[in-house]
């Protein structure tokens, strides 16, 4: 079974930057496909960002080209750089990882079998 521990979160003011990150335990990391979603107040868990073992990346439309998702297996950790952070960014933000290859599109919180306990990001404006 797979354990995460996300960190990095905090409060940032419109158009600054985080980086989180998500260190993964009690699995080989390489084998991982890792996914970034968010949760606003009020609002369903959605997907943001996804590595897979192959390094292929694909980003939500409202993130693109503004966060970056990348992974150091030899750290077993995935980061997610966000730069020119918006209002609309604020929510609370979460690590999770398929290790089964279940039949779901990426963007689908059930393909996911492990899931971190979140780490709040709030932007001001």
């Known amino acids: 079974q797979v354990q995460l521990v996300e960190s990095g979160g905090g409060l940032v003011q419109a158009g600054g930057s985080l980086r989180l990150s998500c260190e993964a335990s009690?699995?080989?990391?390489?084998?991982?496909?890792m996914g970034w979603f968010r949760q606003a107040p009020g609002k369903e868990r959605e997907f943001v960002a996804v590595i897979y073992r192959s390094g292929n990346i694909y980003y939500a439309d409202s993130v693109k080209g503004r966060f970056t998702i990348s992974r150091d297996n030899a750290k077993n950790t995935v980061y997610l750089q966000m730069n020119s952070l918006k209002a609309e960014d604020t929510a609370v933000y979460y690590c999770?990882?398929?290790?089964?290859?279940?039949?779901?599109?990426?963007?689908?919180?059930?393909?996911?079998?492990?899931w971190g306990q979140g780490t709040q990001v709030t932007v001001s404006s």
């Open positions: 999770a990882a398929d290790s089964l290859g279940t039949p779901y599109s990426y963007m689908n919180r059930r393909r996911y079998d492990g």
């Open positions: 009690g699995r080989t990391f390489s084998t991982l496909t």
